[in-house]
């Protein structure tokens, strides 16, 4: 019922940038927090950053002052600006949302996961 669909993954140099976008789609009432994972190869999936429906933000200190969150709530789409970027950055990133859908039955969903690889 439920979609996250993620873009704008790929391989850039240290020091670049990218921007991941996650869209949301079917039976959405309201969208609660919005939330971007990482899992790197071998280690636990991580919270990396985290926006609320109100437009509060959270970011883990790794990624502090690099990355941005924000979302577009009429779009039901989450972004995540990545600057500065580190090959400790290189992973596998994940969309999250908690949300309402349509019977206002609340629910966890996970995007299908982008492939982030920062390398020279």
């Known amino acids: 019922q439920v979609q996250l669909v993620e873009s704008g993954g790929g391989l850039v140099q240290p020091g670049g940038s990218l921007r991941l976008s996650c869209a949301a789609s079917?039976?959405?009432?309201?969208?609660?927090?919005m939330n971007w994972y990482r899992q790197a190869p071998g280690k636990q999936r991580e919270l990396v950053a985290t926006?609320?429906?109100?437009?509060?933000?959270n970011y883990a200190d790794s990624v502090k002052g690099r990355f941005t969150i924000s979302r577009d709530n009429a779009k039901n789409t989450v972004y995540l600006q990545m600057n500065s970027l580190k090959p400790e950055d290189t992973a596998v990133y994940y969309c999250n949302a908690q949300l309402y859908n349509r019977d206002f039955a609340w629910g966890d969903y996970w995007g299908q996961g982008t492939q982030v690889t920062v390398s020279s």
């Open positions: 926006i609320t429906n109100g437009g509060t933000t």
């Open positions: 079917g039976s959405i009432k309201i969208i609660d927090a």
